[in-house]
Every structure is written in C-alpha cells, then in structure tokens.
Nanobody, 125 residues
Framework: QVQLQESGPGLVKPSQTLSLTCTVS??????????LAWIRQPPGKGLEWIGY????????VYSSSFESRASIFRDTSKNQITLQLTSVTPEDTAVYYC????????????????WGQGTQVTVSS
C-alpha cells in the first residue's frame, strides 16, 4: 500500500509561489507505472484536480485551469513530488492533497488507491 504525506507552508502571501511536497513510501510505486495527482478543495467547494505526474517517467499532465501556473516535479532519490503554483491569490486557499493510482485514466477518474491526509494552505497578506 502506497502511503503519501503532504507538507508545505501553511500561509503564503498573495503573488508568491506556493510550493508543496508529497513524500511517497511503501507499495511498488517505483516499479509500476503509477501516476500521482495534486488535488485541492477550497472551503465550501468540491475537489479541483490540478495536475498529474508519472512517477517512473516524469511525464506531466495539467488541468486546463492550472496549466499556466502549476508545475509538478519528481525527485525519485527523495521519493517526493513537488507542486509549485505561481502568482497565488486568496482564491488559492484550500486543503491540498496528493493521491496515487495505477494509471492516468484511473487517477483522472478519481479512482485513486491512496490519498495523503491533506495540508491546509491559506493565502493572505
């Protein structure tokens, strides 16, 4: 079973770049074609899918709403993936999650087999 743990700053100022890390452990994520996703949930709203990365190949796919501001990286030596979101505004305030699944289609459909516990990010001056 893959285990995921998000980390990052709880408070970010407007116009800054948000950087979050998801540490991956357990399971066979390095041997199978696992995909990971960054998802967020703003207060009072539903889940928003930000982007996806192939853990073994480093290929990235972004949702159109975030394509211009989001970047997702992997560091397999640290078993981590990183989300960077530029030019944040208070509308980026949300709980941010990483999740994993066996392939991109399943992850995009929300059929993830592992979720992190989420990390709260508040954008405020």
């Amino acid at each position: 079973q893959v285990q995921l743990q998000e980390s990052g700053p709880g408070l970010v100022k407007p116009s800054q770049t948000l950087s979050l890390t998801c540490t991956v452990s357990g399971g066979s994520i390095t041997t199978n074609s696992y995909w990971l996703a960054w998802i967020r949930q703003p207060p009072g709203k539903g889940l928003e899918w930000i982007g996806y990365i192939s853990y073994t190949r480093g290929i990235t796919v972004y949702s159109s709403s975030f394509e211009s501001r989001a970047s997702i990286f992997r560091d397999t030596s640290k078993n981590q993936i990183t989300l960077q979101l530029t030019s944040v505004t208070p509308e980026d305030t949300a709980v941010y999650y990483c999740a994993s699944g066996r392939n991109l289609a399943e992850v995009r459909a929300g059929e993830c087999d592992s979720w992190g516990q989420g990390t709260q990010v508040t954008v405020s001056s």
